[in-house]
């Protein structure tokens, strides 16, 4: 039975893809290997692939490991290349949350044209939700 990914194992693999490092090449498979030793579980390409977040931050990170400045360097102490990582993964994060950011600000312009087109004013969309009834069923 395939186990669907949750929302925690999405934020999981797509904070695996802003930590790679220039050291390994990032391939679907070797993200595949990374997410199944943090996991515990196997997905397939077309698993992880499916989700937006995860694409996005995969092609994100493929093209700032293409062009971004080369990091590996036997002249530079280990304390400074491990900075220059944290600065890499740090800048990549950056990336993929602007990214995400975009999407939901589009998404939200779509909804809001959306509730206007439905007659649906601001101070209807801003009502507080129900309070959620936690009362203990009777037996």
């Not at 695996?16 to 090449?25: A, L, Q």
């Not at 590996?72 to 400074?80: M, N, P």
Request: proline share 1%; aromatic share 8%.
């Amino acid at each position: 039975m395939a186990v669907h990914l949750s929302d925690n194992d999405i934020e999981t693999i797509v904070k695996i893809i802003d930590g790679w490092s220039r050291s390994e090449k990032l391939t679907w498979d070797n993200l595949i290997l990374a997410a199944q030793m943090r996991l515990l579980r196997k997905y397939s390409r077309q698993a992880l692939s499916r989700h937006d977040r995860i694409k996005k931050a995969y092609s994100l990170k493929k093209q700032f490991l293409s062009t971004g400045s080369d990091s590996k360097s036997e002249f530079k102490s280990v304390e400074l290349q491990k900075a220059m990582e944290r600065i890499d993964r740090l800048k990549a994060e950056n990336e993929r949350l602007k990214d995400e950011n975009n999407s939901l600000l589009e998404q939200f312009a779509r909804w809001a044209y959306n509730a206007h087109t439905r007659g649906l004013d601001e101070a209807f969309l801003n009502r507080a939700l129900m309070p959620i009834n936690r009362k203990k069923t009777k037996i």
